[in-house]
């Protein structure tokens, strides 16, 4: 089994209830990677009996550390449409709520499509780049070959402030696996905090709230297969203990296949 599909192995235990558990292939400084976390939630949907559709936009706010075990995943489809459907997703431990969820899931139809977010030019190919060492470094970062074209996580904290954080990079999971939803999603959160690569010292961080939005429908997904994705990075501001951030996922072929966007509490 893929790590990541260890991650979204879920158990039903009631008609709206699953079993999840977290794993030692993704965990992070404290608790377990963020975007795994997201994948199990987000998978808890795709499982459902009673879902339509697929993912359109998933939101999730950190409430309380998720410890390392068992967690039970409750969701609730809180409306129903012709061709959408919202869902309320909660991640529960012994100490109560430690994550909560939203969704959006749709039955996609055929309409007038462009695009006016820039595909990413003069990219230097996966093959001609090195992978990003991984030594120690959380072993989440393991599950992920990244290949970066600027913007790189610094080797060192040197304290030189960068004049901008902007990132990147060829990034695929590792070892190869087909890409999905619960795969893009768990991706869209392995962009490092910003404030890391524009000040380039260390800062204690968390990811306060994480929203995704899917643009790719399950055709873009079987033809990206296990093939890189292209990722982008940058952060808006850092006011007052908070930063934001914005990320692209693009297809090796240049289709936008997801966005992505985040709030993360620093202490200075």
Known sequence: MHPLDAVITLKPIA??????HTQSDY????????????????????????????????????????ADGPFTICTRAARTNRSTQHWVIEARQASGVVALATAVFAERR????????????????????????????????????MRFIEGAFPDAFD??????????LWVRDHPPRPLDYPALMA???????RIFVRRRKPSPIG????????????AAMAAQSDHYVIGTARANTFHQGF??????????????LATTHQTVYFKD
């Not at 994948?39 to 550390?65: D, R």
Request: aromatic share 10%; proline share 7%; hydrophobic share 40%.
């Open 15 to 20: 008609e709206d209830e699953f079993l999840a």
């Open 159 to 168: 304290g030189q402030e960068q004049a901008h954080s902007q990132s990147r």
């Open 27 to 66: 965990a992070n400084m404290i608790g377990p990677f963020g975007g795994a976390t997201c994948a199990a939630l987000l998978q808890a949907v795709i499982q459902h009996p009673k879902k339509i559709g697929v993912p359109v936009a998933f939101t999730l706010n950190f409430a309380a550390p998720l």
């Open 207 to 218: 990811t306060v709230s994480i929203t995704t939005y899917f643009h790719a429908d399950e």
């Open 187 to 193: 991706i869209s959160d392995s962009f490092f905090p």
């Open 110 to 145: 055929l309409t007038w499509s462009d695009t006016e977010a820039q595909t990413p030019q003069n990219l230097t190919s996966p093959s001609s780049l090195a992978r990003m060492p991984t030594e120690n470094r959380p072993a989440w970062v393991q599950r992920y070959d």
């Open 243 to 256: 930063f934001d951030q914005s990320g692209e996922l693009w297809s090796h072929q240049g289709q936008l």
